[in-house]
């Protein structure tokens, strides 16, 4: 809804929030216009209790008098029965066109270093092709074996909405069909400064952030995904973050395991390397299913214990790897207003009382989120909670360096890689420590899987004293091109 300037004013004052004001007589008729249009988009209310709530008073601690492990069903491993059907179920879902796929990719590549959206990083370490293009590629193996549809519900943001759609008309929507690739916006959330006041990004122009991934949920109503969804016949919705890089969408067994128990929303699960991990922690608290997020572990020191083998008490990792159920994300809409907000402190640019921009070098306000994995708290049916190998499943890349960087992903997915051209009759070699010496990178065109790859790569032999890196069609590229 787009105010007059009247009508901007006194809702703002109403919430103290008028100083944002404060330049208008500065702004052309252009900027006003779009002014008046972002403010009419804000939730003054929620907006005000969050502040009051969590900026101007000490912030609500949930307490918990009981936390328990999850139940979770063990990784797939041989021929076990129940993996067995859950694979056989998943399988034939995906022929039926019973599955569809959401991606989170709102995000910026600024902390890679990367001025465009997250999803269009150059991950490839060989070919250089980005996010987008590898998620691509899978969908293409999956389509082609099944022959199916996997519609692509892309959740995008004012960032990056813009720069996504043109970085996939520039790729020929990298071979797929443009009308089952579906692009939707997340709401925004003001910013807020240590005083409990909104922030200018510019003059005439908030700064704001995505509501958190929590977001997808109402987004899939409002922007009409799950009226598409419906009308597609489609049952399971397999969701995932653009920069898990290994991932597995619409994976049959996590599929199959989804649709045989009746789970309206499912969940993969890694065991973490220590209690500090970076990741959030699969839990059922007061027997309701939560995910803690690790920054705020310290809340609940029970779950930083371990046995008295020093093994984790609590060591399911949360690597945002989802299955949902329309009826269940049709339902939960209902009740996002009961979801609990998460506050993080950042450093966030902005425009000072002079007009002036200012890049701070300590955090210096508030951006709220809502985090998805927090709909498991109004499930009426007993989750699936499967747990996975980290390896070829979980390889987030979050910065250039350090931790979940770029080169540690390279080298995480090389070593995966590795064991597939060993086991072909192609050693890799090693380094002093036993790592492969050499990049690779296989696509997941041409092979999704190890007995995939071993199936097509039966009979020949592959350059691995090099850099190596193998198309669609399973061909050596000597010089690949960047996508």
């Given at each position: 809804?787009?105010?007059t ?14 100083h ?20 009419g988009?804000?939730d ?46 998943g399988?034939?879902?995906l ?13 910026q ?5 990367f ?18 293009a590898?998620?691509a ?52 959330m003001?910013?807020?400064d240590?005083?409990?006041?909104f ?31 419906r009308?597609?016949?489609i ?63 310290d ?7 371990v ?5 984790m008490i ?9 299955i ?16 609990p ?9 902005y ?6 921009r ?7 306000g ?6 998805v994995?927090?709909a498991?708290r ?18 987030p ?30 050693p ?20 999704l ?20 890196c ?14």
């Amino acid at each position: 809804m787009a105010w007059t300037y009247e009508q901007a004013r006194a809702a703002l004052a109403e919430h103290g929030q008028e100083h944002v004001l404060r330049f208008w007589p500065s702004l052309n008729p252009d900027e006003r216009a779009v002014f008046l249009e972002e403010l009419g988009q804000v939730d003054l209310r929620l907006t005000s209790r969050l502040i009051r709530e969590w900026v101007l008073s000490e912030p609500p601690e949930e307490r918990f008098s009981r936390i328990e492990p999850i139940p979770l069903i063990p990784k797939i491993t041989g021929d076990r029965p129940d993996a067995v059907e859950a694979r056989e179920a998943g399988e034939e879902a995906l022929r039926q066109g019973w599955v569809g796929l959401f991606l989170v990719a709102g995000g910026q590549g600024t902390r890679l270093g990367f001025d465009g959206p997250k999803g269009a990083y150059p991950i490839g370490p060989v070919s250089k092709k980005s996010f987008f293009a590898f998620h691509a590629e899978k969908i293409r193996n999956l389509q082609r074996r099944y022959s199916c549809v996997l519609p692509w519900y892309i959740m995008v943001s004012d960032a990056n909405e813009d720069a996504t759609r043109a970085f996939f008309r520039s790729h020929d929507h990298f071979g797929l069909n443009p009308a089952d690739i579906f692009f939707l916006k997340q709401r925004m959330m003001p910013c807020i400064d240590e005083s409990g006041r909104f922030m200018l990004a510019e003059r005439g122009r908030l700064a704001m952030n995505p509501n958190g991934h929590g977001g997808c949920l109402p987004a899939m109503v409002e922007n009409g995904v799950i009226a598409d969804v419906r009308r597609r016949g489609i049952r399971a919705l397999s969701y995932f973050q653009v920069d898990n890089w290994a991932v597995k969408v619409a994976d049959p067994y996590f599929i199959g395991y989804h649709i045989l128990r009746n789970a309206e929303m499912s969940s993969k699960n890694h065991w973490k390397d220590h209690v500090r991990e970076a990741v959030g922690v699969h839990c059922r608290c007061d027997g309701e299913y939560r995910v803690i997020e690790y920054t705020e572990l310290d809340l609940y020191p029970q779950l930083l214990e371990v046995d008295a083998s020093g093994r984790m008490i609590h060591g399911a990792g949360n690597p945002a790897i989802h299955i949902l159920s329309p009826d269940f994300v049709e339902r939960i809409v209902g009740l996002y207003d009961s979801f609990p907000w998460h506050r993080a402190h950042k450093k966030i640019p902005y425009i000072d009382e002079r007009g002036e921009r200012v890049h701070p070098s300590k955090p210096n306000g508030y951006k709220f989120e809502t985090f998805v994995f927090d709909a498991l708290r109004f499930i009426r049916h007993e989750p699936v909670a499967l747990e996975i190998a980290r390896a070829g499943e979980y390889t987030p890349i979050k910065q250039f360096e350090g931790d979940n960087s770029v080169t540690a992903a390279w080298q995480r997915m090389a070593e995966y890689w590795a064991d597939w051209l060993d086991a072909a009759g192609s050693p890799v070699p090693r380094d002093d420590q036993g790592r492969p010496a050499v990049r690779i990178e296989i696509s997941p065109e041409f092979a999704l899987t190890k007995e995939e790859f071993l199936a097509k790569a039966a009979g020949r032999a592959f350059p691995t004293g090099q850099d190596l890196c193998l198309d669609a069609e399973g061909n050596v590229l000597q010089a690949p091109p960047a996508s």
